[in-house]
């Protein structure tokens, strides 16, 4: 019971980390749905790339909340048992989903892995929300067999269901040690804007489409 008691709480704290302006200046609302990568994992919470969106979002004036649905851990079974919740809470118009490092990092199958990133891009969609996809590599000792046709399933999937795609969430990032935490696998803080850079040429295009500026 205990697990299951500290995994609905980690959750319930993801779901209530809003930023933005106040509530009269929020017009629409872009939910950030991830993992580590994107739960500020291993550095302070403002230090994270959703922050720091939600700090460019601010300081450009746009009528965007930002709510940040990540959980460090989240495999894309879990994430698509939560999300008819958030959709559900906080109706966003904009959702970028940031899943299946975890299932990659555990060796799940890539078939499995791309049928719940689906199932999820159907629940966001029949709900009327736009979902940007972000594709996410993971470590080459796994061997190409595996490691290939994981890449390949974001991409994949974002030209079945035709959809915007950040190729490689931290692209530029593991190539630099030192921008690396200890793990290999999650950026240090000074890296949190390159992540944020990758993101954000996909995502404000529909920024502007759906505030009509």
């Avoid at 159907?122 to 972000?134: F, H, K, N, W, Y």
Wanted: charged share 15%; net charge negative.
């Amino acid at each position: 019971m205990r697990p299951l008691l500290i995994r609905l709480c980690v959750f319930c704290l993801a779901c209530s980390i809003v930023f933005g302006s106040s509530a009269d200046d929020q017009n629409f609302t872009l939910l950030v749905y991830g993992d580590s990568l994107s739960a500020a994992y291993g550095i302070e919470e403002d230090q994270g790339w959703v922050h720091l969106l939600s700090l460019k979002l601010q300081a450009q004036n746009a009528p965007f909340q930002v709510v940040n649905g990540s959980v460090s851990g989240e495999t894309t079974t879990g994430g698509l048992e939560r999300l008819p919740a958030m959709l559900d809470s906080y109706k966003p118009e904009l959702l970028i989903l940031e899943l299946g490092g975890n299932d990659g990092l555990r060796g799940l199958p890539v078939n499995l892995i791309r049928e719940n990133l689906e199932k999820m891009i159907d629940l966001a969609e029949s709900s009327g929300t736009q979902v940007i996809l972000t594709g996410i590599q993971i470590p080459p000792n796994y061997g190409p067999r595996y490691t290939i046709p994981f890449f390949e399933t974001y991409a994949g999937l974002a030209a079945k269901k035709a959809l915007p795609l950040v190729p490689f969430l931290i692209d530029g990032i593991p190539q630099q040690p030192e921008l690396m935490q200890n793990d290999g696998i999650h950026p240090r803080a000074e890296a949190q804007f390159m992540i944020l850079d990758n993101v954000w040429p996909i995502l404000e295009p529909f920024l502007d489409e759906v505030s009509g500026v």
